[in-house]
Structure formats: C-alpha cells, structure tokens
C-alpha cells in the first residue's frame, strides 16, 4: 500500500464579533460558543466605523481566563478619510481555548516558542511551523513536495487530480472514455510570511497524463500557522470546458503516503455520525484486541484458520456520501479486484486517517 488517496475539505471555524466602536474593547466568541477540541489556527475579520480606527493600530487578544493569544493583523479596507475600515486578524489557540475572547489595543503576545519560518530560495518554499515542515516546490505537478512532523516524513507528492470523463454515463454498450489529469503548477505566489499565519497561493492547469491538453484552471491557497500540525487548503477551480462532452467524474488532492511498518501494522480510520469511529487495519487478525486498539503487533504474517491462506491485505478504501442520509465505505484488495462493502452511516463528519502505528496523514 504505497500510496493512499483521499479527497480534502477545508474545516472553517467562524467567530462572532460584537461591538461597533473601538473606544471600548470589542467581543469575539466562537460562532457556536464552543471551543474546539483540538488546537487550531483560526482567522477571522472586524468592521470599523469611519474614523474610530487610526491607520496603523496594534491590538492584542484576550481569551476568556485573561491569557494574552498571539495575533498578526493586517488591514482590509480603509474609510476615505484614511481610517481603516476593516482588519484581517489570525491566531492560533489550543485545544478548549473557550471564548468570549477580547480585543483592545495593545501589544500581542507572543508565539509560545513556536515560531512560524517561511523560507523561498530557488523554486523552493520551505515552512516552518514549529510543529510542521512543509516543503513546496514553485513549478511541476506537486502543490505540496513533502510534509514532516517531528522530524519524519508523513506525506509527499500532494497534487489535484481530475477524472475527466467524455460524455454521460450510458445505460448500455460502452462507458465514455475517462482520462487522468493531474496539476500543473504555472505560478506560485507568497501573500503572508508570519507570524502567526504564512499563506501560499498555488496557481495552474490540471494537465493530461496522457496528451498535451490543458484545462480547469485552478487556484490553491495554503495556510500555516504557528505551533500547528495541520494546513487549511482552499481548492478554487474554473470550468473551461464543453458542458456537452466534459464531465468532471472526480476532483481533489492526492497525497503519497510513506509506509514503515509491516501490513498488520498499517491503519485505515474513518469519522462517522455522533463522535463514532471506523477504524481498520489494512491486514486484519481475526479479532485480535491489541490491533483492533493500533497498537503494533510483533510478528510474521496473518492466516487463515487452515494456515496456508494468507488473510487479506486491503489496498484502497473509500468513503462516498452522495446524500445527506447516508454513506457507505468500500474497500478492494488491488485496482483489478471487485470493490467490496466495508459499513455504512447516516453522515460522515469528515475525517480520514491512514498510517501506521508510529503514525501518518490525517485529513478532514
């Protein structure tokens, strides 16, 4: 199991922002007054009235039990008369960081040791996030190069991929052909470098693997923050093509993950309604607790009961919600095998995981 494959959705966390003047300090909650359960950056803006606001202001930012968060500001928009606007503010909190937060002027703390790098040189970006190495290279058919935590490799070669099939589905005779396209880097932009956030836009085509045809511009931004293990990705595409003949059977981000355990020790792991968690090896042992629990197991290969079939190793794995009532997961043990159903749920809340036991690459 070389490679593992998962579609990306960007997580949001909204605030709430009370207050209409800056004569007094204004009040940011999260949107559902609940704090997250794990720590997150998070970026949020906040309107001026016309002259409250002087053009180059510092604020810091208050959590509910007086702990001064880092911050990184930035302007938005400006009143005629020079007064801004609108500001642009990001921070990062750690897990439970409860709200109502505050906002006054003043002097912004700093990172907790965590200090955000961005490095360019060459056709290469280099971000560091004091929890996070992320490796981005300026042209070729990778957005992301390589990801590391901890010093070890979790992810490479992330890239968008398009299936691009030639034609409605038929009830009968042949399918439309479908073709692989893959991303194309054509420009690489950096629009923030820290602090507390650095965000890279990602410019490009999806590229044929087999042909010269180029389309679906798109537009990727990235987002790091400091002392964060995780990168918000925001996918933007353009449809260019033939509404009659071009429909796009599949579109996302690819990731290679590296694999240093042996199969029984490999993990697939799917969120499910109400806290709920699908959790699989890809060689599963007939039960056994410890592997149930992703613990490593020492040892050779699982059998069968009559000891001469080996059990089976599972290669791919998918989770499909076409619906808001319900999805399903599959699994087959190569690209030339049947898939196979796995379970079912009424909504997926979102999140993916493969690895092994000494870890890997989550997606949510």
């Keep these: 199991m070389k490679h593992s494959h998962y579609f990306l959705t960007a997580l949001v966390i909204r605030l709430m922002v009370s207050s209409e003047v800056f004569g007094a300090d204004v009040s ?27 053009k180059d202001p510092t604020f810091s930012l208050r959590a509910a039990d007086g702990k001064t968060l880092p911050l990184q500001t930035w302007p938005l928009a400006y009143w005629p008369d020079g007064s801004l606007k609108w500001s642009g503010l990001a921070t990062a909190t750690g897990a439970g960081v409860a709200g109502p937060f505050t906002l006054a002027s003043g002097t912004s703390a700093a990172t907790d040791g965590a200090k955000l790098t961005l490095q360019q040189s060459n056709g290469v970006i280099e971000i560091d996030t004091g929890a996070m190495k992320a490796r981005l290279l300026t042209t070729g058919k990778n957005l992301i190069e390589s990801l590391a935590v901890g010093g070890r490799e979790v992810a490479r070669a992330g890239q968008l991929v398009c299936i691009l099939q030639s034609g409605p589905d038929v009830e009968e005779g042949a399918m439309p052909r479908r073709d692989k396209f893959l991303s194309n880097v054509h420009k690489v932009t950096v629009e923030q470098t820290g602090p ?27 987002y790091f923050y400091a002392g964060q293990e995780s990168i918000r990705v925001v996918h933007t595409l ?66 069968a ?37 796995a379970d079912a749920g009424r909504r997926a809340s979102g999140l993916a995981f493969v690895g092994d036991v000494s870890g890997g690459l989550a997606i949510s």
Excluded: C
């Design 196 to 222: 507390v956030r650095a965000v890279v836009k990602v410019e490009g085509m999806h590229k044929a693997v087999n042909g010269p045809r180029e389309w679906l511009p798109f537009s990727v931004r990235l």
């Design 305 to 341: 009961d009559n000891e001469k079939e080996q059990h089976a190793i599972w290669s791919d794995y998918t989770l499909s919600q076409p619906t808001p009532e319900g999805f399903t997961i599959a699994k087959r043990t190569n690209p030339q095998s049947k898939w196979v159903f």
């Design 28 to 54: 940011i909650d999260w949107l559902d007054h609940s704090a997250p359960g794990a720590a997150t950056g998070v970026s949020f803006g906040v309107p001026w009235p016309q002259g409250a606001v002087k």
């Design 238 to 303: 353009v449809f260019d093509g033939d509404q009659q003949k071009d429909f796009i059977r599949g579109v996302g981000l690819t990731f290679a993950v590296p694999m240093r355990e042996q199969a029984h020790n490999r993990h697939v792991r799917f969120s499910g309604p109400d806290g709920g968690l699908w959790a699989e090896p890809i060689q599963p042992g007939g039960g056994n607790v410890a592997q149930a629990a992703g613990q490593r197991i020492e040892g050779g290969r699982f059998y």
